[in-house]
């Protein structure tokens, strides 16, 4: 794999992670708000 890929992969892993974070504070805080 070269190391572009990788990096692209890495890039990619943390901008889904950072997505889901934001998704589930969003949702805790529309949660406690209810």
């Given at each position: 794999m070269a190391?572009?890929?990788?990096?692209d992969l890495a890039g990619?892993?943390?901008v889904v992670?950072?997505?889901a974070g934001i998704l589930a504070l969003r949702l805790g805080i529309s949660?406690?708000?209810a």
């Open positions: 190391p572009s890929s990788t990096i990619l892993c943390l992670v950072m997505h949660l406690s708000k």
